[in-house]
């Protein structure tokens, strides 16, 4: 948004004449302390024999006082000529990496958000301004790249189940012999997707936003609160649940990091070995921090998989052709979530298979 200003100096122009008035003004001082310490109470007959090396300063044909003020005068005229011009060009040069800067913030704002000051040079100011908008022009870039990637996904995501109703719809009205509590389960199983998708959505904004009211949270409950809710879902699998810790005190949303810890324990139960498969949640105090951590057996994973599976509507290859694939934001809302509690979730390939999952969180 721009705003209406009125007309004035470029700063240019206000530091010319800052350099020039100072250098009058200590001109100034300085022939007035010569005027008073050396001249003023010299008589005019022990001059009269220098008189030929200060023609401008002294007038041989005048008895009277020493004519000192056309020589000030003179002096001061070069001094607020040289102060100008060298002002002039020295407050260019100072202001130059200023104008690369400016110049930068005007192609960002006309969205060429790839541009970089890069000013070079030793570490001054300017270059640490310069620096630091180049690194904020680089988040700037990458959070607008995700912002766009996520969009992207989402209306994918989005119109999937949309296209399906709009399918088994058609079908039903080419086909009205065909048996309608087929079709309104699979109605329903697609409205519900739908409906989670939106869920998923909504919540990831919220953590985002960080729009909720700190409290003092055990994190230790909240694991194992977690983990009782999804016992039936454990024990549907053949999967069986762990829980231990000791008191792990925390500041945030009771909600938030409830949904954090099912979010983590769902997606270790679901993700699974196809039987007799396990997941250990522990909480546990660092100096400075608390850490959640969940860990589950499973399948090899790679590193180079692993650094994606907390990317919006990343589940990997496997995963997706499962029937738990969910909505591909389970992992990305736990990063949220703890990054809104000014945490860090780590994901690593556990030994032998499986994924260890870890949110670090600060400490009250």
Do not use: C
Not at 137 to 162: D, G, I, K, M, Y
Not at 278 to 286: F, L
Not at 355 to 363: D, G, I
């Amino acid at each position: 948004m721009s705003v209406d200003r009125q007309p004035g100096m470029s700063v240019r122009l206000r530091l010319t004449l800052s350099y020039a008035g100072f250098l009058m003004l200590a001109g100034a001082m300085l022939l007035g302390a010569v005027w008073v310490f050396l001249l003023r109470d010299v008589p005019l007959r022990n001059l009269i024999p220098r008189l030929a090396y200060f023609p401008l300063v002294f007038d041989p044909s005048n008895a009277g006082p020493i004519i000192f003020g056309p020589a000030a005068v003179l002096v001061l005229t070069f001094l607020l000529v040289f102060g100008l011009v060298g002002g002039w060009i020295l407050a260019g040069s100072m202001l130059a990496p200023l104008t690369r800067i400016t110049n930068a913030t005007r192609m960002a704002a006309a969205g060429s958000l790839s541009h970089r000051v890069r000013l070079p040079g030793r570490a001054d100011e300017f270059r640490e301004l310069a620096d630091a908008f180049d690194a904020m022009l680089a988040r700037l870039e990458t959070h607008v790249a995700e912002q766009r990637r996520f969009a992207a996904n989402a209306s994918h995501e989005l119109r999937t189940p949309l296209a399906t109703t709009h399918a088994l719809l058609d079908v039903a009205r080419n086909d009205p012999s065909r048996d309608t509590g087929e079709l309104v389960e699979r109605l329903r199983a697609v409205n519900t997707r739908a409906i989670d998708l939106t869920e998923a959505l909504l919540l990831l904004s919220r953590a985002d936003q960080r729009s909720f009211a700190r409290e003092h949270v055990d994190l230790s409950l909240v694991a194992e609160e977690a983990a009782e809710t999804l016992l039936p879902v454990a024990d549907k699998r053949g999967v069986t649940i762990e829980t231990f810790g000791d008191i792990t005190p925390a500041s945030g949303s009771p909600a938030l990091l409830l949904q954090l810890a099912t979010n983590l324990v769902h997606n270790a139960i679901v993700h699974n070995l196809p039987d007799g498969g396990a997941v250990w949640v522990s909480t546990g105090v660092r100096p400075g921090s608390v850490v959640l951590t969940v860990e589950n057996t499973g399948e090899e994973l790679t590193r180079e998989l692993v650094a994606t599976l907390a990317e919006p509507f990343q589940r990997g290859a496997e995963r997706v052709r499962t029937d738990h694939a969910g909505v591909g934001l389970g992992l990305a809302i736990v990063r949220s979530i703890a990054q809104a509690h000014d945490g860090a979730l780590t994901l690593t390939p556990r030994p032998g298979g499986g994924l260890r999952a870890t949110v670090e969180l600060p400490t009250v």
